[in-house]
């Protein structure tokens, strides 16, 4: 695929099979930027760089995020539990 086909393909998804599936972008990245942002504020050395296990929480955080808008999608249960299970395993890194 081509740039242009490549842009149209992500055109008709987020319009269409995403919409359905995660509920209005703007809902659905508001929750997830409220969920890392309360993440960020509570961990245990705010201003340390962010770990690997940090993103790996905050990625688990952006699925339970985009349970609460569009279709329920057992994806996001699944994604978010191999999340939690990388944050484990990066713990002691």
């Not at 099979?17 to 930027?33: E, K, L, M, P, V």
């Amino acid at each position: 695929m081509n740039a242009e086909q490549i842009l149209e393909h992500a055109r008709n998804l987020v319009s269409g099979d995403r919409r359905a599936q995660h509920g209005d972008a703007h809902t659905n990245f508001g929750n997830i930027a409220v969920m890392w942002s309360a993440f960020m504020a509570i961990r245990r050395d705010p201003s340390a760089s962010l770990s690997r296990s940090d993103v790996a929480d905050m990625m688990e955080l952006m699925k339970l995020a985009r349970r609460q808008t569009g279709s329920v999608n057992e994806d996001d249960a699944v994604d978010g539990s191999a999340y939690a299970a990388f944050s484990g395993e990066f713990a002691d890194d």
